[in-house]
């Protein structure tokens, strides 16, 4: 018995080495694309608008992070939405538009950036508008959605007419 143990090691090791064990390769999900994200980035803006601050940080994963114009990095979506009361005030409209995006090979992290329009009322009541850029990492949960885990955004003039 003890002459057959070092041959079906090495039988052993062989067959491994010949027939490896298949593991099916890890797919994301299967619509992960950047005109998937655009879509997303509309809807995310339809539930701000609808919802207010609740339905806008339905979109930021528990680990997002904001990085404001010229403010500190703002780290977790229940820090993140202490700031986002006024999207709660009807006054005000937060509009964007993305411009591109993309998806990493992986199919797990992806980008969308464009334009967006703050709408606000002033104290006289007269409507003020603030213009800039933002760009949204997005990344896929384990329960298979998408949310933000990084925003960021600067301002820009007025579009020229």
């Known amino acids: 018995m003890k002459s057959l143990l070092p041959i079906l090691v090495v039988a052993f090791l062989v ?9 099916p390769p890890v797919e994301a999900a299967p619509k992960a694309s950047a005109e998937m994200l655009k879509q997303l980035e509309g809807e995310f803006m339809k539930a701000a608008a ?46 964007w538009t993305p411009v591109g995006g993309d998806i990493a090979a992986s199919g797990d992290l992806g980008y969308t950036y464009g334009n967006y329009e703050f709408h606000s009322t002033d104290k006289d ?12 990492i997005w990344k896929l949960q384990k329960d298979g959605s998408w949310k933000v885990v990084l925003d960021m955004g600067n301002a820009s003039p007025a579009p020229k007419s």
Do not use: C, W
């Open 15 to 23: 067959a491994t080495i010949v027939f490896p064990i298949s593991r």
């Open 50 to 95: 609808e919802r207010g601050s609740a339905g806008y940080m339905s979109y930021y994963a528990d680990d997002a992070v904001e990085v404001p114009n010229g403010a500190v990095l703002i780290p977790g979506k229940a820090n993140i939405a202490k700031g986002m009361g006024f999207l709660d005030d009807k006054n005000n409209r937060l509009m």
């Open 125 to 136: 009541g007269k409507e003020q508008i603030q213009h800039g850029k933002y760009t949204s």
